[in-house]
């Protein structure tokens, strides 16, 4: 549960450190100003973050009607205002059209790369970086409460959506402005706010010699990809690397849970958990009979 003020990088180190891991990375950046769940993996784990950052997310915002800033956010400067304030029945009207895929300019103030620097650089030193708009794709948006002067929304989407440029957005539909005064991401995929632990929290499990017991396993960031059992000599093939052979009869089972997925460039529709026993062993891609190993587990 990333604090409010803390960067993810922050937060990541923060959490490399309480365990002693040579290795982390987390699954989607958190601005500073907001709070939520920060999927953070360690070690072999983090070759499931390209998975983690596909999955879907849900945040909870809250849209301050009537100003604009620089940032889009509490952080920047006012640079719009408006006297408009939106009825709940007005917001309620226009949500629609920001369902599905949408296209929307991310902020100025984003860690996007623009000629290799990110955009928040290029802001801060006083340039205007032309952002681009960009597809996402946005599943689900209502409204949990509203004020003469603000309105909370629970938006659930898909990867590359930005919050403070779809409160922008919305408010500009409503003719007037908004930015957000707070963000709290409450999923990523497989996990949830209520099942997460504050640094603070690590921290004291750490002075306790528990803080093994806030991890999960590996499994739990790759639960929508089908799972395999395999043999132990099977297993041995799989950790030196080896394709298998796949039974028809087991490609057949498997075929149901298939669905077209991309990992940026990578088609992973078909792709395989193989676990022996209790241990994940690799990430397989199924065809032609074949299992090959894509990511290998070395724990």
């Known amino acids: 549960d990333k ?34 769940i920060l999927p953070i993996a360690l070690g072999e784990a983090t070759k499931t973050v390209p998975f983690l950052v ?8 809250t849209l301050k009607w009537g100003e604009r800033t620089s940032t889009l956010d509490a952080e920047g400067d006012i640079v719009a205002l408006s006297d408009v304030r939106p009825t709940p029945s007005q917001l ?21 790369k623009i000629g290799g620097e990110r955009a928040y650089d290029l802001a801060r030193a006083g340039k205007s970086p032309e952002m681009r708009a960009r597809t996402v794709t946005i599943d689900q948006i209502n409204i949990l409460e509203t004020t003469k002067d603000s309105a909370t929304l629970l938006v659930k ?3 590359g959506t930005y919050i403070r440029s779809l409160a922008r957005d919305i408010a500009h539909k409503l003719g007037t402005e908004a930015s957000v005064s707070a963000l709290k991401r409450l999923r990523v995929g497989p996990f949830a706010l209520n099942d997460a632990f504050s640094l603070d929290a690590l921290e004291e499990l750490r ?14 960031a790759l639960d929508d990809i089908p799972a395999l059992a395999i043999t132990e000599n099977e297993r041995g093939d799989l950790k030196l690397g ?8 087991k490609m057949a089972e498997l075929r149901p849970a298939f669905q077209p997925r991309m990992i940026g460039d990578l088609d992973v529709s078909r792709y395989v958990l193989a676990i022996f026993e209790d241990e994940v062993v690799a990430l397989c891609d199924a065809r032609a009979g074949r299992l090959s190993p894509k990511r290998v587990f070395n724990m």
Request: hydrophobic residues 40%; aromatic residues 6%.
């Open 3 to 36: 604090p409010i003020g803390m960067s993810s990088t922050q937060a990541v180190g923060k959490v490399r450190w309480l365990y002693g891991a040579q290795k982390a990375g987390h699954a989607g950046t958190l601005d500073p100003l907001a709070s939520g």
């Open 54 to 61: 596909e999955a879907t997310k849900d945040y909870q915002v």
């Open 92 to 112: 309620q009207a226009v949500l629609p059209a920001f369902i599905g895929e949408i296209t929307q300019i991310p902020p100025a103030f984003s860690a996007i």
């Open 157 to 159: 989407c898909h990867k």
């Open 207 to 220: 002075n306790k010699g528990r803080v093994l017991d806030a991890l999960l396993g590996v499994k739990t």
């Open 242 to 249: 080896r394709a298998i052979s796949l039974h028809p009869a």
